[in-house]
């Protein structure tokens, strides 16, 4: 007799007391293979039960596999592979490394892993290496009811899968706002992205396959040249000078590859508050880069991460505003002005392009959060990014102006250098030693009580001197007084012991 104790006393069901118990049995091996199970009536009336009750039981034991019927509608145990649990799993038998990934994109995914996971066991230490943003001035409270508004007025479809292109308000919303930069776009010409990040993937994986080239500055934004060496494409960098991209040198290189039949199939720049150098290139650099692209046939990637956060309303048009030829794909996001989880961006390129894009899109992402662009529109439209902006400015430029103050204070030896920017939330520094030095220097800062970040990650072959990343933005003015004398201590300090 199959003896099942059940308590109708508690929350869980009788049929799903019964199927535990008798998969314990069967996992127990109490009950073995091909054993044979009480009928459902016979089961039924000896636990008092419904015949209905246990009918559910067995069918849920079959569809675990713990059960089989066979002839003469017996029902039979099944042994079915055990259930893993955590604790006792076997040994891995694939080396995922060697035989599926392969070793080439395994060593630089771990070394992505090693740097994220690189944490300080300093509770105190000031980071000024991150770019992340001063939740302080969040506007939580705007947003939310923001949020709110459009859950309880837009129709419950706002839920389903939206356009893959993005929400059309909100696209619409981003035409006209561009025209504040200058550019001036169809809807059709805009994609909205999940942040920058995407915006620039999705046009790697289409103008791009593996070993292809692509021209890129160097010192450049280090997540793309990470994307980059992600799917494999050969990375060529154009040193940066104090006005920005050497444009000699990119021509040099232009004609090289013609030759060589080996053009890139894009050139990436960041003009406005360049990261990691803080450089703002000229209206006439622009010109030429954009001829030179035009010369010879190659697309430009203007990522303009940073176009809102202005200081002392120096503007420099956008490079997309020359764009006659439609030659030239701007990235613009919402995530450096608003907060970075937001994870709104767009893509402003040629219709039959951005048209390429969304289908590229729709295969991986079927569609966008169509329930935050919503709300991101009605917070546009009701004027709430405007006014924002203006805070952020505000808020940064107090930050900046103290930290341009006490660089000059503090960090006035001939062996270091940096220039003021016009905007965004961080300063490069160079320190006139080898770059060998840069572990060293690093440890020496973080050890006195400040982190900041080493500019050898920004280039695509090794630099000769030592540069620092240092970023403004998440630190309060305090830490940011503090974090300089400390760095400037750390400098010092180091030098002084070279000598």
Not at 69 to 79: C, E, F, H, L, V
Not at 104 to 130: C, H, P, R, V
Not at 412 to 423: C, E, I, L, R, T
Not at 436 to 446: A, G, I, Q, W, Y
């Amino acid at each position: 007799m199959l003896i099942i104790p059940l308590d109708k006393k508690i929350s869980k069901p009788i049929y799903r007391q019964i199927v535990d118990k008798i998969a314990k049995l069967i996992e127990s091996d109490t009950l073995k293979e091909d054993d044979t199970l009480p009928s459902t009536r016979r089961l039924s009336e000896q636990l008092g039960i419904s015949r209905q009750t246990v009918v559910q039981a067995y069918e849920e034991l079959w569809s675990l596999g713990y059960l089989r019927s066979s002839q003469g509608a017996y029902t039979k145990i099944r042994k079915r592979p055990s259930i893993v649990k955590k604790h006792n799993r076997g040994k891995m038998t694939m080396d995922y490394e060697k035989e599926i990934i392969g070793k080439q994109k395994a060593g630089f995914i771990n070394a992505l892993i090693k740097t994220k996971n690189a944490t300080t066991e300093q509770t105190k230490i000031i980071d000024m290496s991150a770019m992340d943003l001063d939740s302080s001035i969040f506007p939580v409270d705007t947003f939310r009811k923001t949020m709110n508004n459009v859950l309880k007025q837009y129709p419950p479809s706002l839920l389903n899968y939206g356009d893959p292109q993005g929400y059309r308000p909100l696209i619409e919303w981003i035409s006209q706002r561009m025209l504040t930069h200058s550019i001036d776009v169809f809807p059709d010409e805009i994609l909205l992205t999940d942040g920058i990040s995407q915006a620039f993937e999705l046009l790697v994986k289409l103008f791009t396959e593996r070993g292809d080239t692509v021209f890129v500055e160097s010192p450049g934004y280090r997540q793309a040249l990470s994307l980059l060496a992600a799917h494999g494409v050969n990375v060529i960098g154009v040193p940066m000078k104090v006005n920005g991209m050497d444009l000699k040198v990119l021509k040099k290189k232009l004609e090289a590859s013609v030759k060589m039949n080996k053009r890139p199939k894009f050139i990436y720049t960041v003009p406005t508050f360049h990261n990691p150098t803080g450089i703002t290139i000229t209206q006439q650099h622009r010109e030429r880069l954009i001829s030179l692209c035009l010369d010879y046939s190659v697309p430009l990637i203007e990522d303009s991460f940073e176009e809102e956060i202005r200081y002392y309303n120096r503007v420099v048009l956008p490079i997309k505003s020359m764009d006659h030829h439609q030659i030239v794909f701007y990235l613009g996001t919402f995530s450096k002005v608003l907060f970075p989880g937001l994870r709104i961006g767009w893509l402003a390129g040629e219709k039959g392009i951005i048209k390429k894009l969304t289908a590229l899109k729709k295969l991986t992402h079927l569609s966008s959060n169509t329930l935050t662009q919503a709300a991101l529109y009605e917070f546009c439209k009701a004027g709430h990014y405007e006014r924002f902006i203006k805070k952020v400015n505000d808020h940064y430029a107090s930050k900046m102006s103290t930290a341009i103050k006490l660089m000059k204070e503090c960090l006035s030896f001939d062996q270091v250098s940096w220039h003021n920017p016009s905007g965004g939330y961080l300063f490069w520094l160079k320190v006139d030693v080898s770059s060998e030095n840069e572990s060293d220097l690093l440890k020496l800062c973080e050890k006195n009580g400040v982190k900041v970040l080493g500019g050898s990650k920004f280039f695509i072959e090794a630099p000769e001197s030592v540069y620092l990343r240092v970023c403004v933005s998440s630190t309060n003015i305090d830490e940011i007084k503090k974090g300089i004398r400390i760095l400037s201590i750390s400098i010092r300090d180091f030098l002084t012991n070279r000598a």
